[in-house]
């Protein structure tokens, strides 16, 4: 529970109308008020790189449906880091048999229990394939020892040796609150344009030289995309005779 939460429900109605309300129900992805707040203009919460992912995975991925590929999900990445029991936390992991890649989000967070608690995002993109490892880190080596632990512990996962390559021509970003947005993008560029549309046989680079980021198109783009399901989500409840309570948000799934 978030701490605005349960202060509400300690003291009552006196900060029910600033605590977050929910904006949609997308498949497992529950985005708040909040979640839409840092979209627009801040440092994006695990749920919406969570939204990305999910999004992905339902309207990309299966265009494809010879992929292998797995998008972790933020609070998945984060148990990974901060687990003090990896070999009986494995049950939470995703079943990496057969799989070829792994996309990771990488957090800074030192927080144990909270994976909203960092301060920068960054993209780790595992090639089960090939055993190797791609860092892409918008704000230099930030995040470097978070994603080499990650990848240490995902090769112990994997029962693999994996190398591991800090991308230094990552592009870079010009704040500090686009880290987020530069996950979801580079994350949809690597999927799209250099594994799911390159050939068997072709040789896919893994550079992102000259490759140029667009934070705000970004933020608008995904923030297009949110609106335009939550009112296809408020015409099938309209529609339907079993509308469930008025303070659900609108649902897709």
């Not at 990309?60 to 990896?86: E, F, G, M, N």
């Not at 995703?94 to 990488?106: A, K, L």
């Not at 301060?119 to 490892?133: E, G, Q």
């Not at 390559?165 to 979801?184: A, I, R, S, W, Y």
């Amino acid at each position: 529970m978030r701490f605005r939460d349960s202060m509400a429900r300690h003291f009552g109605d006196s900060l029910s109308a600033s605590a977050p309300r929910p904006y949609l129900s997308y498949y497992d992805i529950r985005l708040d008020t909040e979640d839409i707040k840092a979209l627009k203009h801040d440092w994006l919460t695990d749920s919406a790189i969570a939204f990305w992912e999910e999004w992905l995975e339902r309207e990309i991925l299966p265009k494809y449906p010879q992929a292998r590929i797995v998008l972790l999900r933020p609070v998945i990445s984060h148990l990974l880091l901060q687990t003090t029991d990896l070999k009986n936390d494995m049950a939470a992991l995703p079943d990496f048999r057969r799989v070829t890649h792994i996309f990771v989000p990488i957090s800074d967070s030192r927080d144990r229990w909270n994976a909203d608690s960092g301060s920068h995002w960054s993209l780790l993109l595992v090639s089960v394939i090939d055993r190797v490892a791609f860092h892409y880190d918008s704000l230099g080596g930030s995040n470097f020892s978070a994603a080499r632990r990650a990848v240490d512990r995902l090769g112990w996962v994997l029962n693999l040796q994996l190398r591991f390559h800090q991308l230094e021509d990552t592009p870079q970003q010009e704040n500090g609150k686009d880290c987020g947005v530069f996950v979801c993008i580079l994350m949809r560029h690597l999927l799209v344009k250099r594994l799911l549309n390159a050939s068997h046989d072709e040789k896919v680079s893994m550079s992102m030289s000259g490759k140029m980021i667009d934070s705000r198109g970004g933020r608008k783009e995904m923030l297009r995309i949110i609106e335009s399901l939550r009112k296809e989500g408020e015409r099938r409840r309209s529609a339907s005779p079993f509308s469930g309570s008025p303070n659900d948000p609108p649902r897709i799934d």
